[in-house]
């Protein structure tokens, strides 16, 4: 079943602001792996997350693995339209876990 | 040029009828996935295949089945068991081993059962 509890589900943002979209587990998770899909695509690999506290950026995307490795976050500033789609976080070994994902849509 | 293909990008079927979703993967991958997504579910796993002749079941295999007779190819065949069978499908594939690894996703197939 579902590891992994994302919110919000939903998120509108105004062009040029930032937000931030979380994941979250009751259980310590081995790993946090981040994809994004655009409308009517598939899934893309954006990032993996290993140890506890790790941080890392991409461009405008800052991803973050909680201490406790129960929760992530990934925070993009600046939003662009070309930020739109879903972002999931998946988790736990081969077998991935995924969250039911952030829709992400941008008000020009 | 390497990656995951599937067809086709759409397919109709009666229902009753069992229908096969093909995918096949160049990038000499051991392991191969198929989930199912929904509006507003994520995507949920059916079956996974870590090595050749061998898969298991994941999260929703019940009305499913797969094989995985060659390396390259895991095709995945929705039965008239499947209750609900109208959805998105997308196979997915990634190195094999302890360690964790990225999956690479085919276009996927939206199977519309009428």
């Known amino acids: 079943g579902q590891q992994v509890m994302q919110i919000p589900q939903y998120q509108h943002v105004q062009e040029g602001e930032d937000f931030t979209t979380y994941c979250n587990s009751s259980?310590?998770?081995?790993?946090i792996q981040w994809y994004k899909q655009r409308p009517g695509g598939h899934p893309v690999f954006l990032i993996q997350?290993?140890?506890?506290?790790e941080v890392k950026k991409q461009k405008r995307l800052t991803f973050q693995f909680g201490e406790a490795k129960k929760n992530s976050s990934l925070h993009i500033t600046a939003t662009q339209t070309t930020d739109v789609g879903t972002y999931f976080c998946a988790s736990n070994d081969y077998k991935l876990s995924f969250g039911a994902g952030t829709t992400v849509t941008v008000r020009a | 040029d390497g990656g995951i293909t599937q067809s086709p990008k759409y397919l109709f079927r009666k229902e009753g009828q069992n229908v096969t979703l093909s995918c096949e993967q160049n990038?000499?991958?051991?392991?191969m996935y198929w989930y199912r997504q929904d509006p507003g579910q994520g995507l949920r796993l059916i079956y996974y295949s870590q090595i050749v002749n061998d898969f298991q079941k994941g999260d929703i295999a019940e009305g499913y089945s797969v094989s995985r007779e060659k390396k390259e190819s895991f095709p995945l065949t929705v039965t008239s068991a499947q209750k609900n069978p109208t959805a998105f499908y997308l196979c997915a594939s990634s190195m094999a081993g302890g360690k964790i690894h990225e999956q690479f996703f085919g276009p996927g197939t939206r199977l519309t059962v009428l």
């Open positions: 997350l290993v140890k506890s506290g």
């Open positions: 259980t310590t998770l081995s790993n």
């Open positions: 990038l000499n991958h051991d392991a």
